[in-house]
């Protein structure tokens, strides 16, 4: 466990995106590894328990890398033009990156991750619908960037190990939170009163 939290302050320290991309592929290759563990007849406890707040803090900060509210420095700094044959620019690749990370996590801790993920969302749609005027450039791409990771997240809500009917309420409140986003930023771009950073959300949206 030391060597793992040696790993994790090596891998939010890094100054490079290159560096901190690297340490990404450790902790991917690391969470395979849990996996596979996680359902071996042979484990005890569960790596998933074992490594509960370890999992919880990298679902953290890699959250926290993806968000302007954050990173602002490291985010600004990446193209956000030019697209690679992925169709994705530097700043999205980064982006998705952590997002993987964060999927791959929810695997072994759904319940946690979308206990934490859900308020949030819901928090952040509910604040843009009542005042989208307040929502700047960065405050939008980080609406967008939950968007994204609830969208990869969604085949969770099918897993057996979720309970379903603690999160139905939420799920179906963010559901209808959601289609009045649409709705909303459709009458902006209609308007023709729209920014890049609302059409990439209005896509993201409808993604």
Known sequence: MDLLSILFKFTFSQKTTEAFLACLEIWDEFLDQLMVLEWSKFMGERPSVTYQELLVSLFNESL????????????????AQETDESGETERSSFITANIEIIARICCLKPMDILSALIPTLKSTVSQFLAEPQSFTDAKIIDLGTLLQVAGRLTEHFLGEAIDFDK?????????ELILELAEKLYQVLV?????????????????
């Open 64 to 79: 926290n890398k993806a968000q302007m509210q954050f990173s602002a420095d490291l985010l600004l700094s990446l193209d």
């Open 167 to 175: 999160f139905e309420d939420d799920v179906k409140a963010l559901i």
């Open 191 to 207: 308007s023709k009163s729209s920014t890049n950073s609302l059409i990439e959300l209005h896509c993201q949206v409808l993604s």
